[in-house]
């Protein structure tokens, strides 16, 4: 059964709560496995296991945070090794306009750099799930629509 790793790191628990959203959608495809990890209880080889890996973050001077970072950092053991794992990536922060889709682009470009396929979104949230704060009922339901998405993408490619 191919599996789908949500990986994320939050200082206030807001990047956190989408991450169970994200889950809550993707546990919605059948035949997928669906695990939740802080990054904190994430190693490079992790990924290795996974055939899908969606990262959350919340933004931090506009990029994501530097725990994240540093398991991107730590996976180059692995480069070429997560070539057609299917990726994705969401994120958190204070304010609107405070780096929401620049912290993405950041986390999708580590992905495309390890040659991952990477989900996007005709309709919506087009990079990835974004939230203002805590996720209000617009970003929950993205967030679980991003989920089910790259979920689908798992199956087709990867079941």
């Not at 495309?112 to 974004?130: D, K, P, Q, S």
Request: charged content about 20%; overall charge negative; some cysteine.
């Amino acid at each position: 059964m191919p599996k789908l790793l949500i990986v994320f790191f939050s200082q206030t628990g807001n990047t956190e709560s989408m991450a169970h959203l994200v889950a809550e959608g993707a546990r919605h495809v059948p035949d997928v496995a669906v695990e939740v990890r802080s990054v904190e209880q994430t190693t490079p080889d992790d990924l290795l296991g996974a055939d899908g890996i969606i990262m959350g973050s919340p933004v931090y001077y506009g990029t994501m945070a530097a725990q994240l970072k540093t398991l991107i950092d730590e996976s180059v053991c692995h480069h070429g090794e997560l070539v057609g794992k299917v990726g994705g990536a969401f994120a958190s922060s204070g304010v609107m306009g405070g780096g929401l889709e620049t912290t993405i682009m950041d986390i999708l470009k580590c992905l495309l750099i390890h040659g991952m396929v990477i989900a996007g979104e005709a309709r919506g949230h087009h990079y990835g799930t974004v939230s203002v704060g805590a996720p209000e009922e617009a970003a929950q339901a993205e967030c679980r629509k991003q989920g089910r998405l790259v979920a689908e993408l798992v199956a087709k490619l990867h079941g």
